[in-house]
């Protein structure tokens, strides 16, 4: 199903096997963070985390008061999203491809 799709194209992919290494999970979450929708919900945390960042000065230098990145998509099994299908995004999919199931959006 990947090599018929066409770069620049909108797809569909949602995780369906549980992904059984930590590399494809990084993979798969790399991918997905594409999503307009996550990428919205990313940019909405890193504003709370920059208005919440509250260091103190400790030894001449700024230490502490960084709130800890909570991810939005985790690469479990059911997730899914809406990309682009550039040609890194296809490659990338061609590696975890018996995780996923890709249909055109």
């Given at each position: 199903m990947?090599?018929?799709?066409?770069?620049?194209?909108?797809?569909?992919v949602k995780i369906v096997r549980q992904p059984t290494n930590a590399a494809a999970s990084k993979t798969?979450?790399?991918v997905l963070q594409k999503d307009p929708e996550v990428y919205a919900e990313h940019d909405r945390q890193r504003k709370i985390r920059k208005k919440n960042?509250?260091?103190?000065?400790?030894?001449?230098?700024?230490?502490?008061?960084?709130?800890?990145k909570q991810h939005p998509v985790k690469g479990r099994l059911g997730e899914g999203g809406t990309v682009t299908a550039t040609t890194s995004v296809?490659?990338?999919?061609g590696s975890?491809?018996?995780?996923?199931?890709?249909t055109p959006a």
């Open positions: 990947l090599d018929k799709i066409a770069p620049g194209s909108k797809i569909n798969l979450v790399r960042f509250s260091p103190i000065r400790r030894g001449g230098r700024l230490w502490g008061g960084q709130v800890v296809l490659q990338d999919l975890v491809k018996r995780f996923i199931e890709v």
